[in-house]
Nanobody, 124 residues
């Protein structure tokens, strides 16, 4: 079972870019579909992006499509979330999650391993 550690969050101004990383321990990273989710204060957890085990299938909600890019490097056991043109409404704690043998899903319940989260704050 992998463990996940996110990094790359911070305080930025609207319009700039930020790249989040999620490093996984263990040797079985390539057996996991990966997802990114976020949760703002007082709001429900929201799906941000998902990528299949090989990286061949990628999914985004309309709220981030065209601005966010998910990618993975199985050799480095890492999944990335490139966030461009950030908006104040992107402010949240961002979590990566892993679903072994999955195909990539927008459903949080599909994932059984979660990182601790990294804060992203976008000022106007």
């Amino acid at each position: 079972q992998v463990q996940l550690v996110e990094s790359g969050g911070g305080l930025v101004q609207a319009g700039v870019s930020l790249r989040l990383s999620c490093a996984a321990s263990g040797r079985t990273f390539s057996t996991y579909a990966m997802g990114w989710f976020r949760q703002a204060p007082g709001k429900e957890r929201e799906f941000v992006a998902a990528i299949s085990r090989s990286g061949g299938n990628i999914y985004y909600p309309d709220s981030v499509k065209g601005r966010f890019t998910i990618s993975r490097d199985n050799a480095k056991n890492t999944v990335y979330l490139q966030m461009d043109s950030l908006k104040p409404e992107d402010t949240a704690v961002y979590y990566c999650a892993a679903d072994q043998w999955g195909a990539g899903s927008s459903r949080g319940k599909q994932y059984d391993i979660w990182g601790q989260g990294t804060q992203v704050t976008v000022s106007s």
